[in-house]
């Protein structure tokens, strides 16, 4: 069992691609990574929830820590979890985190929220077209992390938080939700790769698997290096 988690390697948007997620793994065995983290889209819209099911293969097959979120296209979610109920019960190095947590060695917590984050007070939910939730939802039903303060916290969001100071639009609800909770690092999708701060939070835009993005970061330095596959995603 691993003492402490330092390094991450960690990707958004395979969108199916079970090759591309295997060279997720060879890349961080290749640079001695702790644990992998997995945004979704995992897989393609109107995929089989089978095709879900190969995604989390292939990165229980790392036997790293593996933590994950849908993304909006994960849907129906019902039919999603109870693919990644049977994966998780053959794979228990894979966990997937949406609006809940996994606890890892040296007091660090994993948590977070998939599909689309909607600031609109009146928005309604859908688990069934796609994944989206609105912002006030979340907050509510992550307000548990208020009993856990002692963790150090990564958190994963498929759902860009907004940050005025870059001109970054997103939801302003989970830009003060992690202001409030001030995790160690928070890492979300989106296709442009950035590194910017939030209160004390180092909160990390992954770009796309399918362009080939990834990232490795250093979780006590806050260090960030983005990365490449050497054969995209698309040429899968």
């Not at 079970?18 to 644990?35: F, I, N």
């Not at 099911?53 to 979120?69: C, D, F, H, V």
């Not at 994993?110 to 907050?139: F, H, T």
Request: aromatic share 8%; glycine share 10%; proline share 5%.
């Amino acid at each position: 069992m691993r003492k402490s988690v330092s390094k991450i390697l960690a990707a958004s948007g395979p969108n199916g691609d079970v090759e591309a997620v295997r060279q997720l793994g060879q890349e961080a065995r290749d640079s001695a990574a702790d644990a992998i983290a997995l945004l979704g889209n995992l897989t393609a819209k109107g995929a089989h929830p089978r095709e879900y099911g190969n995604i989390l293969k292939a990165a229980g097959e790392t036997r790293l820590p593996s933590y994950y979120i849908p993304g909006p296209d994960d849907a129906p979610l019902a039919e999603i979890l109870r693919e990644a109920a049977s994966f998780e019960v053959a794979f228990p190095n894979v966990r997937g985190i949406h609006s809940t947590f996994a606890l890892a060695p040296a007091y660090v917590l994993w948590s977070g929220w998939g599909g689309m984050i909607d600031d609109d007070p009146n928005r309604g939910r859908d688990e069934s077209a796609a994944l989206c939730y609105p912002g006030w939802e979340v907050v509510y039903r992550l307000k548990f992390l208020q009993d856990l303060k002692e963790y150090q916290k990564v958190f994963l969001f498929t759902t860009v938080p907004e940050h005025k100071g870059v001109g970054q639009k997103g939801s302003l609800m989970l830009a003060e939700l992690i202001k409030t909770y001030k995790p160690r690092l928070v890492l979300v999708g989106g296709e442009e790769q950035r590194q910017v701060t939030i209160g004390t939070s180092s909160v990390v835009t992954l770009g796309s698997l399918t362009n080939g993005d990834f990232a490795l970061i250093d979780l006590r330095k806050k260090e960030v290096t983005f990365r490449t596959l050497q054969r995209s995603a698309k040429a899968a």
